[in-house]
């Protein structure tokens, strides 16, 4: 038989044991790094500082072996835990075995779930007004006027680009979640890959002025990659050099091979995309692949942006073991730096 102190610290889950008269007799390390000021022959009270707790534990020693208690407590440092407990027999008396469950990182996934919903909900009501707006309007005596009816719908097309660029971005961010862990067994050559998203961005590129320069290295051995996953990497970084640039300037693409470069220790394939447009201030960089973050809301909105862009490169890049690293100088331009493991 083992000794329920052996017992207790072989679980990973916060145990306190207390005895009769309510005195902790036994703690494992778990429980010792969620509450510290824990030790031996504390009285539950000091410890949950709640009467109610000690209460339940007292009414589970009663109430038998098999009853179990649910209680929700906040611990001082806001920490908010799920209580269990159960009553055992050591030898003549009667011990309570007191299990807490770390409710924070739930609490955590509820609070980004709800503001999630809320961002989305935002970004669709926006649109979704103006459209009904407009069609409110055109039922109207605006209705009749040839050029007025133009202009209306071709803000109601926008508009409604705008929400099926929302919802596609949304359905790509989902399955690219999905499949963050999943391993690749596919393999991409990395020339292939820059041609082909410079072929599918090209148009864009032309109508608004831009030119787009390629500099890839010869001979680029091929990487274990996702080609779709890749070929949405490339186009959304180009897009926004494109987007976030002004009239005749050029976008440079590099690809090289690098090995401790300061960002990304080991062999890698390091795609640059770099614009000389507005760049972006130093505070901003660390939250642009936040789901919804936009320097500029209005800005991005004008240009069918969502803000979902670099949230899905993100996610598509650790779904490879890459990184996005981040280089930007207000004034001066931005280089967003894709690096990809070699193997
Ligand atoms: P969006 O749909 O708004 O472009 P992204 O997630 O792709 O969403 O980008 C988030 C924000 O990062 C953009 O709204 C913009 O403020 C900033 N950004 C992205 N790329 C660039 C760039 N090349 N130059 C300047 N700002 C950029």
Redesign the pocket.
């Known amino acids: 038989m083992y000794e329920i102190e052996e017992l207790i610290d072989a679980i990973g889950v916060p145990i306190l044991v207390f005895d009769r008269s309510l005195t902790l007799k036994y703690y494992n390390d778990a429980a010792k790094t969620l509450i510290p000021s824990v030790k031996k022959n504390l009285a539950a009270e000091s410890i949950f500082n709640d009467k109610k707790i000690s209460t339940q534990i007292l009414r589970c020693l009663d109430m038998g072996q098999t009853e179990f208690m649910r209680i929700r407590y906040k611990i001082d440092n806001g920490t908010e835990l799920a209580v269990n407990m159960k009553s055992l027999h050591e030898n003549n008396s009667k011990i309570a075995i007191v299990a807490l469950n770390d409710l924070s990182p739930l609490s955590e996934a509820k609070t980004m779930r709800s503001d999630f919903v809320a961002n989305v909900s935002h970004e669709i009501r926006s649109p979704l007004t103006s459209i009904s707006g407009f069609i409110e309007t055109l039922q109207g005596p605006a209705g009749d006027d040839i050029e007025k009816r133009n202009r209306f719908l071709s803000v109601v097309a926008k508009e409604t680009d705008r929400m099926k660029n929302l919802v596609t971005d949304l359905l790509s961010l989902s399955l690219v979640e999905a499949k963050e862990k999943r391993a690749i067994n596919t393999s991409v050559n990395p020339e292939l890959l820059i041609r082909m998203a410079l072929q599918t961005t090209m148009p864009l590129a032309k109508a608004v002025k831009k030119n787009i320069k390629l500099n890839i290295d010869a001979n680029l051995p091929d990487i274990i990659g996702n080609q779709e996953n890749l070929h949405r990497v490339l186009i959304?970084?180009i897009e926004?050099?494109i987007?976030?640039?002004s009239e005749g300037e050029t976008i440079r693409i590099n690809a090289t091979l690098t090995e401790n470069d300061n960002e990304f220790s080991a062999p890698a394939l390091r795609i640059s995309i770099r614009?000389r447009?507005?760049?972006?201030h130093q505070d901003?960089i660390p939250r642009?692949?936040e789901r919804f973050?936009?320097?500029?809301k209005s800005?991005?909105r004008n240009?069918g942006?969502?803000?979902?862009?670099?949230?899905i490169v993100k996610h598509i890049l650790v779904r490879h073991k890459g990184i996005l690293s981040i280089d930007?100088a207000l004034g001066e331009?931005?280089n967003?730096n894709v690096y990809l493991p070699l193997t």
């Not at 973050?293 to 500029?296: E, M, N, P």
């Not at 942006?305 to 949230?311: F, H």
């Open positions: 959304n970084l926004n050099a987007n976030y640039s614009d447009g507005e760049g972006i901003e642009l692949t973050y936009r320097v500029d800005r991005s240009m942006g969502t803000g979902l862009g670099l949230a930007s331009g931005s967003f």
